[in-house]
């Protein structure tokens, strides 16, 4: 390889690692498929291997494909590291900041508070990532993130904003049909919603008190978000932070005395964007907000 290839082809190939075909990838980046294609071509004759195969549902990532992905990955978070940390000089209240989040914390608490940051700082683009995995601040995939475990970086700064309470909630379309349980032990008579193949959120909790059993769930998901909408949509009943529960007339508590769980809920960002006054205001502007949420009970 005399010459390394150039960004433009890692980008095609990351949009088709993602999409899985051309067509999608193409429409991803609003290039011609034909484009795409050939960006592919370059980057596999650049590395002298072959990237994908084409299966059942579209192409698949070969050995070697795999081990590109996390470098290309890299690539792009840098990227967008460099483009945040030059779209405005440090001591201006415009450019553009990378927030990530959970799903749940991502849709349900940060756009009403990401909403007043905008209205007060206008000149600064806002990116929202939501995800359960975490990202990493110090290779530049966010430039802040707020997260239900403590970071383990260095060079981080980050504060613990509080604690969410979650408790136990049914719609009440579900209780009118099947009533409440009177007891921890009755929840057995009832229907549950909870994860399905990944319990990691469960290691964060504090003070469980009834089973948390992937096979106790009548309803199973990994996803926050599509719980909090199964439990909305009386599918059964399930643990939804106080505060979200609190917007919702519709939501019953559940054994309310009885069961009880809590979460502790941080907030981070790179130390080197300490100085810089977009970062530095919306990382005073959440942490001011977070609190105040963490005290709804």
């Not at 707020?146 to 904003?161: C, D, I, S, Y």
């Not at 009118?176 to 990944?198: K, Y």
């Amino acid at each position: 390889m005399d010459t390394a290839p150039d960004w433009d082809l890692y980008r095609s190939f990351l949009a088709i690692a993602r999409e899985g075909s051309l067509s999608a990838a193409a429409r991803r980046l609003k290039l011609a498929q034909p484009t795409l294609g050939r960006h592919l071509d370059r980057l596999e004759a650049s590395l002298g291997v072959a990237l994908f195969t084409r299966g059942q549902r579209g192409l698949v990532l070969t050995e070697a494909g795999q081990a590109v992905l996390p470098h290309a990955r890299a690539m792009e978070a840098a990227a967008g590291a460099l483009w945040r940390g030059v779209s405005a000089t440090s001591g201006a209240l415009s450019g553009t900041l990378r927030l990530s989040a959970s799903d749940i914390v991502g849709c349900e608490v940060l756009p009403p508070l990401l909403a007043g940051f905008r209205e007060a700082h206008p000149g600064v683009v806002l990116e929202l990532d939501t995800s359960n995995r975490l990202s990493d601040l110090l290779a530049g995939e966010a430039d802040l993130a707020v997260r239900m475990t403590r970071p383990t970086q260095e060079t981080l700064l980050a504060v613990r904003v509080g604690t969410v309470s979650i408790g136990l909630y049914a719609h009440q379309d579900y209780v009118r049909r099947h009533g409440l349980p009177d007891t921890s032990a009755a929840l057995d008579d009832h229907a549950s919603v909870g994860f399905d193949r990944s319990d990691h959120s469960l290691s964060n909790l504090r003070g469980v008190t009834v089973p948390l059993e992937r096979d106790r769930f009548a309803f199973r998901a990994d996803n926050d978000l599509a719980q909090l909408a199964a439990v909305r949509a009386g599918l059964g009943i399930g643990g939804v932070q106080d505060a979200i529960a609190e917007r919702d007339p519709a939501l019953v508590p559940v054994l309310a005395d009885q069961v009880h769980f809590e979460l502790d809920m941080w907030l981070a960002m790179h130390e080197s964007l300490r100085g810089v006054a977009r970062a530095k205001a919306l990382f005073d502007y959440l942490a001011a907000g977070l609190r105040a949420y963490c005290q709804i009970r």
